[in-house]
């Protein structure tokens, strides 16, 4: 039996997709709406790899069901861009986390591509771009002037050598998951 040409067919038809702009979500017909939102990707590293599909394979699937059962399907994706292990990536590849982050977006953007995923890319999202930040700062000065956010101590792991504050899962055994240096209990603000 001949295998699937899915090198032939499948760049063809993705990019007449692409021209198209098939996936692009007309938000003015509420008739039959439905939003599906996965969890965005972490450009820490330069690829995607198996175990993110694993996630986000069944959701395009079941979005592509319920498109084909006639629904408006609006299934964007974004970048959740911050943090360290975006920073530990720059820092390894010596390069500055702004440029490393957005060549690690563009190759990520071209790995869904190939994949045939049909998010509405006019609507990426990217945390590390101030179009984005800047409303979710508009967003927490909201709470704060409404006394729904507040200034408080509280203990926190804390790096002595990267001077950070680190989360629960960035502590090994009690140790830096970075610089492996022993992890203090500080109470901050
Ligand atoms: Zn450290």
Redesign the pocket.
């Known amino acids: 039996m001949d295998s699937y040409p899915f090198a032939k067919i499948e760049k063809k038809w993705q990019k007449i997709w692409d021209e198209q702009k098939l996936y692009e979500t007309d938000m003015t017909d509420i008739e039959k709406k439905l939003y599906c939102l996965v969890m965005f990707i972490y450009p820490s590293g330069d690829r995607l790899h198996i175990g993110h599909w694993y996630n986000y394979g069944p959701t395009d699937t079941w979005a592509r069901f319920k498109r084909m059962q006639g629904y408006n399907l609006f299934e964007p994706m974004g970048y959740d861009a911050f943090g360290l292990p975006a920073e530990n990536y720059a820092i390894k590849q010596g390069i500055h986390p702004a440029v490393s982050t957005a060549e690690n977006i563009d190759g990520i953007r071209k790995q869904l591509k190939r994949m045939g995923t049909m998010y509405d890319w006019s609507k990426e999202v990217n945390t590390s771009d101030p179009r984005y930040y800047k409303w979710t700062q508009w967003f927490f000065l909201l709470l704060y002037r409404n006394g729904l956010a507040y200034k408080k101590k509280a203990p926190v792991n804390w790096?002595p050598?990267?001077k950070t504050v680190l989360a629960n899962e960035q502590v090994k055994e009690g140790f830096?998951e970075?610089?492996e240096?022993e992890v203090i209990q500080k109470t901050l603000f």
């Open positions: 790096c050598s990267c830096c970075r610089c240096s």
